[in-house]
């Protein structure tokens, strides 16, 4: 009787029954977390997102030398970060900020930058130099809007399910010329003869960089028509300086008449000049205020 092969079925059964056989276990991999953000804007103009605003976002992976050392920013760059120029889109109705599909973080341990900006453009080549036009015409409310430029960031954010609040702040700034009744007029006469009203000298395009958030206005310059809401007229520029040159023109009674001013358009600012109107040749009685006051009274009178 040939007994061989009672050896190999022995050891086989103590391997199944786990006495003769070493097991390697498969690690268990870490779960992913979802990177899920919050978005707010800065009440500088009473405004909030709506369904349908999109933004761009940027992600950067933090760095540090040791395992032992503090964690630190690492630059923002055109391409290769952990994500790149990623599409949100808000849902007002859920206050949710959508992509196109789930987006994780690198793992639970190594926090990150965000960068976020409006509007979103389709192709940024270089993040330092990202090239937007607002619009000349911002007559309706719609192309008013178009002329947002909004930016944020949010530094050393730790992995979390938690969503990571980003707070943007306007890059543009903000003009509101309130128009009114003086000698010879009322309201309804001067809203009779008022036919148009135009910011000069204004340049429309702009290069927004999405590391420091800083908007530069360049190019040639033109007429602006601002928004009327109902009670003042709005527009927002691109940050830029006018010095002593022709600043808003009203058409009245056929006849042009425009101010001259110095004025300073800075990031987040918003500047009030109140023009009244007179029917005779005392001519326009202006006043400009903002929200930086830097002391100076911008009043004055044209003839």
Known sequence: MNNRPLPLSLALLACLLGTGCNKTKTPTPEPKIPIRISSTVTKVSEDSFESGDAIGVYVVNAGRASESAEWSSTPLQNGGNHLDNILFSYEESTNEWKADKEYYWKDSATPADFYCYYPYQASVGNVASVSLTLPSDQSSEQAF???????????????????VSITTTHRTSQIIIRILPGKGFD???LKESLKSVKINNIKCSCSLNL??????????????????????????????????????????????RSLTQTIDFTSGSRKTCTLTVNKLSEGINVGIGGWEDDGTDYGGILN
């Not at 050393?156 to 399910?161: E, G, I, M, T």
């Not at 602006?224 to 022709?246: C, F, M, N, T, W």
Request: aromatic share 6%; glycine share 8%; net charge negative.
């Open 145 to 163: 809007k178009a002329a947002e430029v909004l930016w944020g960031k949010s530094e050393l954010q730790s992995p979390s399910d938690n969503k």
């Open 187 to 189: 309201e309804q006469s």
């Open 211 to 256: 590391k420091d958030g800083s908007l530069s206005a360049e190019g040639e310059v033109q007429d602006v028509v601002p928004y009327y809401d109902g009670s003042a007229y709005r527009a927002l520029i691109a940050p830029q300086s006018i010095e002593s040159q022709k600043l808003i023109t009203l058409e009245v009674d056929g006849i042009e």
